[in-house]
Nanobody, 125 residues
Framework: QVQLVESGGGLVQSGGSLRLSCVPSGRRISSINTMGWYRQAPEKERELVATITTGGYTRYSDSVKGRFTISRDNANRVYLQMNSLKPEDTAIYYC???????????????????WGQGTQVTVSS
């Protein structure tokens, strides 16, 4: 299993900044292909914020382009630097890890999709 622990959320004023951190652990860390951040606001569906692959390819939601930056370090930690925060950024932010592992001697692989517990980001007007 892969476990993900998020931190860094909080309450900030509009225009402020926060940096979220995601720390993965478990025996399948080496099988992770993509990590990212998703968010879910009240009464809304969970949406993609940003992702980063093991090769360094990044993808951003249009709503955060130019304001948020996703990055990773050599310890497999993933970060989300959030600048120029807006009230509409208020949501629970979830770290996500996607990958695949070989599950039998025939070489069959299974995809996995793991989520952290979430960290609350609140941006006041």
């Amino acid at each position: 299993q892969v476990q993900l622990v998020e931190s860094g959320g909080g309450l900030v004023q509009s225009g402020g900044s926060l940096r979220l951190s995601c720390v993965p652990s478990g025996r399948r860390i080496s099988s992770i292909n993509t990590m990212g951040w998703y968010r879910q606001a009240p009464e809304k569906e969970r949406e993609l914020v940003a992702t980063i692959t093991t090769g360094g390819y990044t993808r951003y939601s249009d709503s955060v382009k130019g304001r948020f930056t996703i990055s990773r370090d050599n310890a497999n930690r993933v970060y989300l630097q959030m600048n120029s925060l807006k009230p509409e950024d208020t949501a629970i932010y979830y770290c996500n890890a996607k990958g695949r592992v070989v599950v039998n001697v025939e070489g069959a692989a299974a995809e996995f999709d793991r989520w952290g517990q979430g960290t609350q980001v609140t941006v006041s007007s």
